[in-house]
T-cell receptor, first 115, second 113 residues
Framework: DGGITQSPKYLFRKEGQNVTLSCEQNLNHDAMYWYRQDPGQGLRLIYYSQIVNDFQKGDIAEGYSVSREKKESFPLTVTSAQKNPTAFYLC??????????????FGNGTRLTVT | QQPVQSPQAVILREGEDAVINCSSSKALYSVHWYRQKHGEAPVFLMILLKGGEQKGHEKISASFNEKKQQSSLYLTASQLSYSGTYFCGTLSSGSSNTGKLIFGQGTTLQVKP
C-alpha cells in the first residue's frame, strides 16, 4: 500500500542538540510538506518542496532545515536554534501532476520532546 | 494569513447537527477540510473549489462562498465517530501554483451518546 512513513513516532532530545525527523513516501508525489502542530494552534507550515533539490520556507521556518535529494524523501532537521521545538510534526505529500487541488496525504507524525 | 474557524469547540449529542465555519481575508482558490483524531494524522474529507459548489460525503457536506471567502462544513445526524478536530485548509488565489495550504486553528467536536 502506498503511503507516507514518518519515523520515529516519539523522539526525545536534550536541549542544544540537533535532531532529524524522517519522512518517506512511496506515492510518487512531487510535492512534500512539513507542518508543526501545537495544542490549539492548528497546523503551521515549516517548509515545502515541489521538486527534487528545491524547497521553500513556510511560515515558521526559523530554526529548521530540510533537504530534498530524492523524490521519496524529505527529512526535517530541528536545530538548536529553534527556541520551542517540542511539538507534533506532520509530514505530508501531494500529487501536483494533474491539479493543484488534490488532497494532502499525511504521515502519522513524530512527537518530539526536548528537555 | 491563517483562516479563522468558528466555533472553537462544539459538544453534541448523537443525532444532532453542527456547522463549522472557515473564513479567510484572502481571495481563495479552494478550501480543504480534514478531520483529526487525537494523536493521529489528519484525514482528508473534501475539497471545495471556487464557484460556490457544495459537496457531500454521507452525512457530512460543505459549501464554499468565494465572494465572502468563506466555507462551511455541515455535519448532520452526528455519530460518535464524528468526534475529533476539524481543520479547514485554504489555498489562496495567489498561491494556487505552489499548492501551499494554510490551515485554520481547528474546531474540536465532541459527540456524546
Amino acid at each position: 500500500d502506498g503511503g507516507i512513513t514518518q519515523s520515529p513516532k516519539y523522539l526525545f532530545r536534550k536541549e542544544g542538540q540537533n535532531v532529524t525527523l524522517s519522512c518517506e513516501q512511496n506515492l510518487n508525489h512531487d510535492a512534500m510538506y512539513w507542518y508543526r502542530q501545537d495544542p490549539g494552534q492548528g497546523l503551521r507550515l515549516i517548509y515545502y518542496s515541489q521538486i527534487v533539490n528545491d524547497f521553500q520556507k513556510g511560515d515558521i521556518a526559523e530554526g529548521y532545515s530540510v533537504s530534498r535529494e530524492k523524490k521519496e524523501s524529505f527529512p526535517l532537521t530541528v536545530t538548536s536554534a529553534q527556541k520551542n521545538p517540542t511539538a507534533f510534526y506532520l509530514c505530508a505529500s501531494r500529487d501536483l501532476t494533474t491539479t493543484y487541488n488534490s488532497p494532502l496525504h499525511f504521515g502519522n507524525g513524530t512527537r518530539l520532546t526536548v528537555t | 494569513q491563517q483562516p479563522v474557524q468558528s466555533p472553537q469547540a462544539v459538544i453534541l449529542r448523537e443525532g444532532e447537527d453542527a456547522v463549522i465555519n472557515c473564513s479567510s481575508s484572502k481571495a481563495l482558490y479552494s478550501v480543504h477540510w480534514y478531520r483529526q483524531k487525537h494523536g493521529e494524522a489528519p484525514v482528508f474529507l473534501m475539497i471545495l473549489l471556487k464557484g460556490g459548489e457544495q459537496k457531500g460525503h454521507e452525512k457530512i457536506s460543505a459549501s464554499f462562498n468565494e465572494k465572502k471567502q468563506q466555507s462551511s462544513l455541515y455535519l448532520t445526524a452526528s455519530q460518535l465517530s464524528y468526534s475529533g478536530t476539524y481543520f479547514c485548509g485554504t489555498l489562496s488565489s495567489g498561491s494556487s501554483n505552489t499548492g501551499k495550504l494554510i490551515f485554520g486553528q481547528g474546531t474540536t467536536l465532541q459527540v456524546k451518546p
